[in-house]
């Protein structure tokens, strides 16, 4: 009898192999090459692979060429290309996110993502900042808000707050609102504090599967001290990490975004919004509370019940929302992505909203201020446009 020599597969069959774990894994193989992944992705004319084109690589067996480029990082983990997929292809979650880990192995890092690596390991947050000081945003505002361990052991809900909604300047303003509109609701809430780790899921994203799952096993390790029924979250991406990827680790978790909880509570929260915020406001849909988790209406209800708004929809709205440039690592990769393209997805989101008239450009994620604000001062014509985040302006409503 002949026996056949033993042949050790190839990367390309290994890394093929690896993303057809099921249950959407294995639909890679029904790519029908019809391009709009790659039409659809907002930084798709700059890359050497695009996903459609990357699948192409991987049926040719050259996928060790896409690992000789690294415009997979300007892939902003936005899912614009796994929403368009008519095969449902799973490709923001699997291929982009493999393919940068291989980068990752392959030690092709963009230094600004390695340093939100680093910081996110060293300190359990992305901004390097200490984590004794993650609470230090509710110093001298009059709401309470409890410390889990500290002034409480347990609570109706567990506020989850976030690394830029815990230490960003301008998105701890978002925090000191939302503590004010659950003080105002008389909501049993509390919060980790120095106790809570970066969610890791932009980390996740960006390649960084390892850092993830350790800071996932760290957030599951403070949470199990206290007893609290459910998480409530403003960021969308901590939303994601609890409601989609913690589960596979076995870490589960209730888990709602603020605008779904405060759109439950409307007939409670209506009649305090009592001082008009007047104005064209127009919604900017997040990419991982619409596309990724399908919330669309809760933030829409709250603007509509805040007296004086006139809620009005960009060209790209809901399930077509153009990315602001901050997920699945585009938070870190400023310099490298503006290098290749000499643009900003910011920047095409603010003239969008200048088209339609806005005068207040409404988000709901901690990483979004930031960005459009600094997409406004690069536009004339925005001039005097507002960004707010539907809690800051339930807040605003609230005031007397
Ligand atoms: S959209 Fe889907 S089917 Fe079409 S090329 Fe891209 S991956 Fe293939
Ligand atoms: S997730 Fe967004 S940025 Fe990444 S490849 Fe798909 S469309 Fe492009």
């Known amino acids: 009898m002949i026996v056949p ?49 990357m699948i192409a690589a991987l049926r040719s067996e050259i996928f060790d060429r896409v690992l000789k480029t690294d ?7 936005c899912y614009a290309c796994t929403e368009a997929c008519p095969s449902g292809i799973p490709l923001t979650e699997k291929l982009m996110t493999r393919a940068k880990e291989e980068l990752i192995l392959a030690g092709q890092v963009p230094a600004e993502l390695q340093l939100a690596f680093e910081n996110s390991q060293r300190y359990g947050n992305v901004l ?4 004794r000081k993650r609470a230090d945003w509710t110093k001298g505002i009059q709401a309470t808000v409890p410390v889990l361990g500290k002034d409480k052991k347990s609570a109706e809900v567990l506020w989850y707050v976030g690394d830029y909604a815990s230490y960003h300047p301008r998105s701890q303003s978002i925090s000191r609102a939302f503590a004010h509109i659950l003080n105002a609701l008389h909501v049993d809430f509390a919060i980790l504090g120095p106790e809570e780790s970066s969610d890791g899921d932009s980390q996740r994203l960006a390649g960084e599967r390892g850092l993830f799952e350790m800071l996932a096993q760290k957030n599951a390790q403070a949470l199990r001290k206290f007893k609290f029924k459910e998480i409530i979250t403003t960021d969308p991406h901590a939303f994601n990490a609890f409601k989609n990827a913690y589960p596979t680790l076995g870490i589960t978790y209730p888990v709602r975004h603020a605008t779904q909880f405060l759109a439950e509570r409307l007939t409670q929260l209506k009649p305090l919004l009592k001082r008009p915020v007047n104005g064209k406001v127009t919604f900017h849909d997040p990419c991982y ?24 929809e960009m060209s790209h709205s809901a399930k077509t929302s153009l ?27 603010i003239r969008e909203a200048v088209a339609v008239g806005a005068t207040t450009l409404a988000v709901a994620c901690p990483y979004e201020p930031p960005r459009f604000e600094d997409a406004i001062k690069t536009i004339r014509e925005a001039s005097g446009m507002e960004v707010r ?7 605003e409503s609230m005031e007397q």
Request: net charge negative; proline share 8%.
């Open 5 to 53: 020599p033993v042949t050790n597969p190839t990367f390309n069959e290994m890394f093929y192999a690896s993303l057809q774990t099921p249950p959407y894994g294995e639909r890679v193989r029904t790519c029908l090459q019809c391009g709009m992944c790659s039409g659809i992705c907002p930084y798709g004319y700059l890359m050497d692979f695009p996903p459609g084109r």
């Open 71 to 77: 415009t997979v990082w300007m892939c902003i983990a």
């Open 128 to 131: 390097g900042q200490s984590p």
């Open 289 to 312: 509370l619409g596309r990724a988790n399908n919330i669309y209406d809760e933030p829409r209800a709250l603007l509509q019940a805040i007296p004086g708004v006139e809620l009005v």
């Open 323 to 349: 990315c602001c440039g901050g997920g699945g690592g585009g938070m870190w990769l400023d310099g490298f992505q503006w290098e290749k393209a000499h643009t900003r997805t910011s920047e095409w989101r």
């Open 389 to 395: 985040d539907v809690i800051e302006l339930l807040a």
